[in-house]
């Protein structure tokens, strides 16, 4: 009979510890909204749980990528554009020195502009991105266009002398992109402010034949500038779209975590009310059983 009584007390004692952690658990799970916090709650939940985290971290990698891309993209686009303002205004200024209508004074003005859109032109080519230079490829550390000057300060020549190949950025697990632009782009940025350069010279000659000659070089380079800036135009919508994905994939992942994670506080309070009552009852029966024990030693 002591034995029985004594297995039954230490089974009425472990029922009590279980219910009080589960009332304990059940209590955290009111408090703080969420049923796992450490994997014992639910290993098979927690392995899926870290598993989305990673793949959280992962897009989060891939979004900081797509703004960095788009933030180069922007940038060349805006220097691009720059540069074709100034092929606009070089064409004009060719077209009116071309005409040999115009003397030699307005010659002279029309070179001393150009010569200020050529160190506008340069300028915008050596543009950079935070620290990194826009038109150098991969050599983003170093001045993609190195400029040749005369005793008097003026360009007298361009040269690239930045990578032919391009920085790549990826912006999913199987898309990439090069949101700068390429080795054969920047060449015709350099060969257009040269020809730039020579149509200021061919301005401050006076020689209308040879701003003739020039000018069917700055057309274009202009057009080359146009195909550039639509690139990254198109580059930029890619970008956009990879970034809504990236948004999308972000949301469903954290409803995924957040649904493994968080409690069912409806539930969970009638669970913890029904632990609460059963651990109520076994405190009583456990009263009740140990008193007998007693009087089971003093009969």
């Known amino acids: 009979m002591r034995i029985t009584n004594l297995t039954l007390t230490n089974n009425v004692v472990l029922q009590l510890q279980q219910l009080s952690s589960q009332q304990a658990q059940l209590q955290n799970e009111v408090a703080t909204g969420l049923r796992l916090t450490q994997p014992a709650d639910d290993p098979a939940a927690m392995g899926r749980v870290l598993a989305d985290e990673a793949k959280l971290k992962q897009v989060q990698q891939y979004s900081n990528n797509a703004s960095q891309a788009l933030q180069v993209s922007q940038s ?18 060719a077209t009116l020195g071309s005409s040999g209508t115009n003397g030699a004074t307005a010659l002279q003005a029309y070179a001393s502009e150009l010569d200020q859109l050529v160190e506008q032109g340069v300028e915008e080519a050596n543009a950079k991105s935070g620290s990194n230079y826009l038109f150098g490829g991969t050599a983003v550390t170093t001045q ?32 990439s992109i090069t949101p700068g632009t390429d080795g054969s782009t920047n060449q015709q940025i350099a060969d257009f402010l040269n020809h730039l350069v020579t149509l200021r010279n061919a301005m401050q000659t006076g020689d209308s034949t040879a701003v003739s000659n020039v000018t069917p070089a700055i057309t274009s380079g202009e057009d080359n500038l146009i ?24 949301q469903n992942l954290q409803g995924q975590i957040s649904n493994e994670t968080s409690a069912d506080l409806a539930s969970t309070t009638v669970h913890l009310s029904q632990t609460q009552t059963a651990y109520q009852a076994a405190v009583q029966s456990a009263a009740s059983i140990m008193k007998m024990s007693l009087l089971d030693y003093l009969s």
Do not use: C, H
């Not at 190195?146 to 360009?155: E, K, L, P, W």
């Not at 020549?157 to 697990?173: K, P």
């Not at 970034?243 to 994939?249: A, N, P, Y």
């Open 76 to 93: 060349s686009y805006s220097s691009l554009s720059a540069i074709k303002a100034v092929a606009d205004r070089a064409g004009q200024l």
């Open 144 to 175: 993609p266009f190195t400029i040749a000057r005369d005793s008097n300060g003026q360009v007298t020549g361009v040269t690239y002398a930045g990578s032919t190949s391009s920085a790549s950025i990826q912006l999913s697990a199987s898309t």
């Open 227 to 250: 195909n550039a800036m639509g690139e990254q135009g198109a580059l930029q919508t890619r970008i956009n779209a990879a970034q809504t994905e990236q948004t999308q994939q972000f």
